[in-house]
């Protein structure tokens, strides 16, 4: 961000709304609808009312849109809308009550009401409002049908349906209420009308002039004194509305559709909205660099998208061409559904678990490069059947590497870029992509001798995510009609019905038995060979019913029924639990060894050479 393209000054409020100047500051028109209520009128009233002149309060950040000096100057407000709204209201309510008083004011007070009346609308001119609300909500009508009612603006128009009930008519409303009770707590009417107009036309704001939405994004952090701040995210959507309405696209409406579209293929978590932007540019950073390519420069736009770097990135791309721009976005962003599971139409049985099973171990770092291989999968010669092949390969990558931290999270997306470029350098096509990939994941993981190794350690301890879903992925391996299980189902607190259980307990009050069984009763021995054995894999299975076999004895947990005589102990028909139930003890040599075995399976399970 280049300071000096940044303004920074101090004005009061008066200055802001200055009658002499043609000022408008505009509400882009799919920003947040206005939010503020009670408790924000109130404090804002309270204290511009109980504090001396010249109260500070806060700052906007604005863009100046004006295509033309001469004609008003435009100011798109990025950040400081609810403030400038309630602002208005207010003066409005100011208004409203001065008029009530109009035969009993002198020349120079009806002078400062006609003043007061220009900051809301430009002068000379009764239809052109200095604050123009944004349109979400109905509030840029209630604004309107306001300033039309106490006489603002002409032509008269109608309130809207239902406006009393909506958050911009009922801040008017407040601050007429407050107005008219502060009068009656005061002898002299027209002076504290007065009284209250100088405190607000003095309250103080910092006006920062940006030039552009990348700018004023990196400015947000810098600010404490913000409430909901703007995101990425909603800036990216301003800036691309905002182009395709300079741009002359008549159905706007259409437009925002149609964003609200990717939004909703996206899902509510913005985690997932902001890491699909950045994936997108990663997956498609060639094709999206073409217009901007340089000789000297391959990726003009930049090597690799991140959370500092993206709005700068996609500001250029829609500044270039904002309807292609949505087109792409549109297209990408319903591809990618499929691969978080937001949108399931059309996706086999396999790709579903294949999917889910990539979600599961935490493989979101490679959505990148499946978005990449499914949006070109004719190009590239890759059917449904080989994208589930890639899935698996990517399960088994990341099992690896979220065990043993190879390679750091750092590097797997340019690990996944460098891929892409290498299909599109040398035209790679069908299985030779999936041998690639193979080989890719391969020298880029922990060897089987450095994932054997950390297998036998204290996996619980050291990632309970990835150890539950080996063991899951283990017991799954076993699993017949009449004993299969959802072994991913929650309740509706998210937690799972299967959970990890310790076979030797964990808790620090080892029980009796347990003492016996595995130290001889020596209980100090007892805590120390817990602390080296009770979270590795040979101490650990699945069971729904961790809690009530807790820390009973070995042969409890072992032949533990339900009500209905049903084994939920350790004799339920698992294969994860035969070298468990056929056991009469519990021992460490006993966990060793079947730490051993399991060890052996899952480096086999999760390979990757062939």
């Given at each position: 961000m280049n300071l000096n393209n940044i303004n920074v000054n101090k004005y009061p409020l008066s200055q802001i709304f200055d009658p002499d100047t043609r000022h408008i500051f505009e509400i882009p028109k799919y920003q947040r609808a206005y939010t503020w209520g009670k408790n924000n009128w109130e404090q804002l009233f309270d204290d511009l009312i109980e504090n001396d002149l010249g109260y500070f309060l806060g700052s906007i950040i604005c863009i100046d849109t004006a295509t033309d000096a001469i004609n008003s100057p435009k100011f798109e407000v990025v950040d400081g809308q609810q403030r400038l709204t309630t602002l208005s209201l207010f003066?409005?309510?100011?208004?409203?009550?001065?008029?009530?008083?109009?035969?009993?004011?002198?020349?120079?007070?009806?002078?400062?009401?006609?003043?007061?009346?220009?900051?809301?609308?430009?002068?000379?001119?009764?239809?052109?409002?200095?604050?123009?609300?944004?349109?979400?909500?109905?509030?840029?009508?209630?604004?309107?049908?306001?300033?039309?009612?106490?006489?603002?603006?002409?032509?008269?128009?109608?309130?809207?349906?239902?406006?009393?009930?909506?958050?911009?008519?009922?801040?008017?409303?407040?601050?007429?209420?407050?107005?008219?009770?502060?009068?009656?707590?005061?002898?002299?009417?027209?002076?504290?009308?007065?009284?209250?107009?100088?405190?607000?036309?003095?309250?103080?704001?910092?006006?920062?002039?940006?030039?552009?939405?990348?700018?004023?994004?990196?400015?947000?952090?810098?600010?404490?004194?913000?409430?909901?701040?703007?995101?990425?995210?909603?800036?990216?959507?301003?800036?691309?509305?905002?182009?395709?309405?300079?741009?002359?696209?008549?159905?706007?409406?259409?437009?925002?559709?149609?964003?609200?579209?990717?939004?909703?293929?996206?899902?509510?978590?913005?985690?997932?909205?902001?890491?699909?932007?950045?994936?997108?540019?990663?997956?498609?950073?060639?094709?999206?660099?073409?217009?901007?390519?340089?000789?000297?420069?391959?990726?003009?736009?930049?090597?690799?998208?991140?959370?500092?770097?993206?709005?700068?990135?996609?500001?250029?791309?829609?500044?270039?061409?904002?309807?292609?721009?949505?087109?792409?976005?549109?297209?990408?962003?319903?591809?990618?559904?499929?691969?978080?599971?937001n949108k399931e139409d059309g996706l086999t049985a396999a790709q579903r678990e294949s999917y889910l099973d990539l979600k599961r171990i935490q493989g979101a770092p490679s959505y990148l490069l499946l978005l990449y291989l499914v949006k070109n999968h004719n190009s590239l010669q890759i059917n449904d059947d080989e994208i589930v092949k890639v899935c698996r390969l990517l399960v088994n990558f990341f099992v690896r590497r979220n065990m043993t931290d190879i390679p750091p999270t750092r590097d797997l997306t340019r690990m996944f870029m460098s891929f892409i470029e290498e299909i599109e350098q040398n035209n790679l096509t069908g299985d030779v992509i999936l041998a690639r990939l193979r080989n890719k994941l391969a020298d880029n993981s922990a060897s089987d001798e450095v994932f054997a190794e950390k297998l036998k350690g204290p996996v619980y301890d050291d990632n309970v995510s990835a150890t539950r879903f080996i063991l899951c992925m283990m017991a799954k391996r076993g699993m017949t009609r009449e004993n299969e299980q959802d072994l991913w189902k929650t309740n509706e607190k998210g937690k799972y019905f299967w959970s990890i259980e310790h076979i030797f307990p964990q808790g620090d009050n080892i029980p009796n038995p347990w003492v016996n069984m595995i130290a001889g009763g020596d209980r100090q021995k007892a805590k120390e060979l817990q602390a080296e054995y009770v979270h590795t894999f040979g101490n650990l299975t699945i069971t729904a019913y961790n809690s009530s076999l807790s820390n009973k004895s070995f042969q409890e947990k072992k032949e533990r029924k339900d009500s209905d005589g049903k084994y939920i102990g350790y004799l339920n028909g698992f294969n994860l639990n035969s070298d468990v139930c056929d056991k009469d003890q519990w021992t460490v040599d006993i966990i060793k060894a079947r730490t051993e075995r399991m060890v052996e399976t899952i480096v086999t399970m999760f390979a990757l050479k062939e």
């Open positions: 003066l409005a309510a100011l208004y409203t009550v001065l008029s009530k008083h109009h035969e009993k004011l002198n020349d120079d007070q009806l002078t400062d009401i006609i003043q007061l009346k220009r900051k809301l609308v430009l002068k000379n001119t009764d239809s052109a409002i200095r604050v123009v609300p944004q349109v979400q909500g109905s509030n840029r009508d209630d604004y309107l049908g306001i300033l039309s009612l106490i006489g603002i603006i002409t032509p008269k128009r109608n309130m809207p349906s239902y406006a009393g009930v909506r958050r911009v008519v009922k801040a008017y409303d407040y601050f007429c209420g407050r107005i008219w009770a502060y009068l009656n707590d005061n002898d002299d009417v027209i002076n504290s009308l007065f009284t209250i107009l100088d405190k607000v036309n003095s309250a103080i704001l910092v006006k920062i002039d940006v030039p552009s939405h990348s700018d004023a994004y990196t400015l947000f952090a810098s600010l404490n004194d913000r409430g909901a701040p703007l995101t990425a995210i909603d800036l990216i959507k301003n800036m691309l509305l905002a182009h395709l309405d300079r741009a002359g696209e008549k159905d706007i409406d259409s437009h925002y559709n149609r964003w609200e579209g990717i939004l909703k293929d996206l899902g509510e978590e913005y985690y997932e909205q902001e890491r699909f932007f950045r994936q997108n540019y990663n997956a498609f950073r060639k094709e999206l660099n073409l217009p901007f390519y340089k000789e000297d420069r391959l990726y003009p736009l930049g090597t690799m998208a991140t959370r500092s770097t993206m709005l700068g990135i996609y500001e250029k791309i829609i500044k270039d061409n904002p309807v292609k721009a949505l087109e792409k976005l549109t297209e990408n962003a319903s591809l990618y559904a499929g691969i978080i599971l």
